[in-house]
């Protein structure tokens, strides 16, 4: 899978409204067939800050993804309500869901 991971920071007057603004990106995105999670957090030390965390099934997917309407859509409104560029970790993994953290197991 293609897992990444970005920070978004969001400019001060729009950060209590960025599930609004990003909510049709994302439902966009969560439709798409090959998108196997598409899910944003805020930051605890920063309201300012959204992390998206997203998995592709492969690279056709995120290649699909890519070259969407509703990427292209997204990268010409998001960014006006953004205070920086969105930093990202991008990479390969070999599974197609997460794992189990084994070192905190939940006893039954």
């Known amino acids: 899978m293609i897992f990444i991971t970005a920070k978004f920071r969001v400019r001060a007057e729009d950060a209590d409204r960025w599930p609004e603004i ?3 990106f994302t439902e966009a ?7 196997l999670w598409f ?6 030390d920063d309201p300012n800050e959204y992390v998206l965390v997203e ?4 690279d056709d997917a995120a290649v699909a993804h890519v070259r969407s309407d509703h990427f292209t859509t997204a990268r ?3 960014p ?16 197609d869901d997460w794992s189990e953290l ?3 197991a939940v006893e039954p």
């Open 80 to 95: 006006p309500h953004l205070s920086e560029t969105p930093r990202i970790v991008n990479t390969k993994l070999p599974q």
């Open 102 to 104: 084994g070192e905190m």
């Open 22 to 24: 990003s909510r049709e």
């Open 29 to 35: 995105t969560r439709g798409e067939p090959g998108c």
């Open 55 to 58: 998995a592709f099934r492969d």
């Open 76 to 78: 010409r409104t998001l």
């Open 39 to 44: 899910d944003w957090s805020r930051s605890l």
